[in-house]
C-alpha cells in the first residue's frame, strides 16, 4: 500500500516548480487514459526509480551551480565513485 502525502515547501524553486507540473500532467493523464501506469511497482523498481530521479537532479544542480568547479572539472558526473589509494604518503621534494 502506498500512502501520498502533500509535503508544502520549495515553492518558487525552478526545478521543483517543473517537477510538480510535470507530475501533475502526466497524474492527469493517467487519469483521463492518455498515459497508462502499471497497476503494480516492485520495491525493487520503486527504489530504482527513486534513485534515478535523485541523480538527475543532483547532477542538474551540479551542471548549473557556480560553487566547486575545480572538483567538477575532475569529476563531472554525479555518482562516479572515486577510488583512494589505500596508502597515501605525502613528501616534498626541495
Do not use: F
Request: aromatic share 4%; charged share 30%.
Amino acid at each position: 500500500m502506498v500512502k501520498l502525502v502533500k509535503i508544502v515547501g520549495h515553492a518558487g524553486i525552478t526545478g521543483n516548480v517543473i517537477a510538480e507540473r510535470e507530475a501533475k500532467e502526466a497524474a492527469n493523464k493517467i487519469v483521463t487514459g492518455q498515459l497508462k501506469a502499471p497497476a503494480k511497482v516492485s520495491i525493487d523498481d520503486a527504489s530504482k526509480l527513486s534513485t534515478e530521479i535523485a541523480m538527475t537532479c543532483w547532477q542538474r544542480q551540479w551542471d548549473e551551480h557556480s560553487k566547486g568547479r575545480k572538483t567538477y572539472e575532475m569529476i563531472p558526473k554525479v555518482g562516479t565513485k572515486v577510488m583512494w589509494p589505500k596508502t597515501r604518503d605525502c613528501s616534498i621534494i626541495l
